[in-house]
């Protein structure tokens, strides 16, 4: 131990070892100047996300049907942190979302050209009885979605024409795919909502992109960092031997939370 803390003292006290530490000091510096750097390009982003968010806030949804026939709505989304969204957002402890998108879809349409068969056969309903009924199918299929239909409508002709309770059977599959993208120059945020369903449109629509520079953010991930870990180090540092040198080895390695960023 003697041994090790003289050698450590020489190294220090050698003229030798000045460039050495010449290079290490520059090398502090650099750090601190990339790390004030990154602040710096931090601060840029939040004007740039403040700007497109207000331009975003304003937006309204863009519906159309695109060249395959495709409904489709468009609008501008949000990029907001964990904090701004603390009072309306749920999540489990220790997995954060990354994205939010809300939406509401308006579904308009017309069934036309559905044969109508009858068919005779005794329905009671209640007290009164029925000899015949109305029915009518219709099955569609676009490329995504389907829609099935079944209606049976009892019905007895005596004096007059009487009409019973219809049963309605109605199934209905319907594709929707929901992006949300990011311009990587612009930085802006893009909500792009498409279904084959006839007759759809989007409205009340709100993307959102949870801003992982934040700072609730980087503490949730540092939260869930292991301090050690497994891996090949290559440096200098003391040797088995005493001196001052430069080595390559595999170790464990401790990087407690306070110094993680």
């Known amino acids: 131990m003697i041994l090790i803390i003289k050698n450590i003292l020489g190294i220090l006290t050698d003229p030798k070892n000045t460039r050495m530490f010449l290079l290490g000091g520059i090398i502090v510096l650099l750090f601190l100047l990339v790390r004030q750097c990154n602040e710096t390009e931090y601060a840029k982003g939040e004007v ?15 519906n159309y049907v695109n060249e395959k026939g495709e409904a489709v709505g468009e609008i501008k989304g949000l990029s907001l942190s964990l904090e701004q969204l603390r009072d309306s957002l749920d ?19 017309k069934i036309i050209e559905v044969p109508v068969k009858t068919k005779d056969t005794l329905i009671k ?11 009518f199918t219709s099955l569609d299929n676009w490329q995504k979605s389907s829609r099935s239909i079944n209606v049976d409508l009892p019905y007895s002709f005596t004096d007059s024409l009487t009409f019973g309770s219809a049963t309605i059977g109605l199934k209905q599959n319907i594709w929707l795919d929901a992006t949300l993208s ?78 993680q960023w």
Do not use: C, H
């Open 125 to 135: 309903q209640g007290k009164e009885s029925f000899n015949s009924i109305l029915s």
């Open 182 to 259: 990011q311009d990587m120059k612009s930085k802006e945020i893009f909500i792009k909502l498409t279904s084959d369903y006839p007759g759809t449109t989007f409205n009340n629509t709100q993307g959102i992109m949870i801003d992982q520079k934040s700072s609730e953010f980087k503490s949730l991930q540092l939260q869930n960092r292991k301090p050690f870990g497994l891996g090949v180090n290559i440096g200098m540092g003391i040797t088995g031997d005493g001196t001052f040198g430069p080595y390559i080895g595999l170790g464990v390695s401790w990087n407690p939370k306070l110094l």
């Open 91 to 109: 999540y489990e402890q220790g997995r954060p979302p990354i994205t939010i998108v809300k939406y509401k879809t308006i579904i308009e349409e």
């Open 48 to 62: 740039t996300r403040f700007q497109n968010n207000l331009v975003a806030a304003n937006d309204t949804i863009q």
